[in-house]
């Protein structure tokens, strides 16, 4: 029983597209977060969320965008994909409260050709 | 300077070997520490946290934290070859505030 999982593993798609990337937890908890792993493995926050309020964007160009139906679900979209934008994308969530480990989902591998 | 510093190795040891991993930092209101570990093509997975400065134990792993000299470490005793991974170092502000994470230490261990 998966804690954090995201759909598709992985995804690969011609410059230009649109592409969403879901991700879900079934832990109950309150934040999560999109982050972007390049490839010298460095993980960098993307977006926040705590009961589906973004909290945070770090910068990141508004191709991409968060959208969270509810707070299980955390969905990130890209608009008019670019070479730069292949990476690892890592949806995570934390509970916020008490104990508040973040874990992580097993990533999409994203390649734009 | 970076927020959140660590050596990326890589790193060999030989089996049974007791490793030593660190990170060091510079945001004193770091109050959430956490280290992960990461497989090839994998998520990164939670191995220790720890809250506030202090130690904590669990198996063959021992975190540490030093919030006076703003440096963490993360040791394994008896080092196995399934110890071998991307270990990452993560710390936070508070309980939501995203993770900041150090650029990892690549690990082999030599049977």
């Known amino acids: 029983d998966t804690a954090v999982s995201q759909t598709p593993k992985y995804l690969v798609t011609q410059m230009g597209n649109d592409k969403s990337i879901k991700c879900e937890q079934n832990?109950?908890?309150?934040?999560m977060y999109w982050y972007k792993q390049d490839s010298k493995k460095f993980l960098k926050i993307m977006f926040s969320?705590?009961?589906?309020?973004?909290?945070i964007n770090e910068t990141v160009p508004n191709r991409f965008s968060p959208k969270s139906p509810d707070k299980a679900h955390l969905n990130l979209h890209i608009n008019s994909l670019e070479l730069g934008d292949s990476a690892v994308y890592f949806c995570a969530s934390r509970t916020g409260t008490g104990r508040t480990e973040a874990f992580f989902g097993q990533g999409t591998r994203l390649t734009v050709v | 300077q970076k927020e959140v510093e660590q050596d990326p190795g890589p790193l060999s040891v030989p089996e049974g070997a007791i490793v030593s991993l660190n990170c060091t930092y510079s945001?004193?209101?770091?109050?959430?520490f956490m280290w992960y570990r990461q497989y090839s093509r994998k998520g990164p997975e939670l191995l220790m946290y720890?809250?506030?400065?202090g130690n904590k134990e669990d198996g063959r792993f021992t975190a540490q934290v030093d919030k006076s000299s703003k440096y963490i470490s993360l040791f394994i005793r008896d080092s196995q070859p399934s110890d071998s991974a991307t270990y990452l170092c993560?710390?936070?502000?508070?309980?939501?505030?995203?993770?900041?994470f150090g650029k990892g230490t690549r690990l082999s261990v030599i049977a």
């Open positions: 993560a710390m936070s502000v508070t309980g939501n505030t995203p993770l900041v």
């Open positions: 720890t809250y506030s400065s």
């Open positions: 832990l109950g908890h309150d934040t």
């Open positions: 945001n004193s209101a770091f109050q959430y």
């Open positions: 969320y705590n009961n589906k309020e973004l909290i």
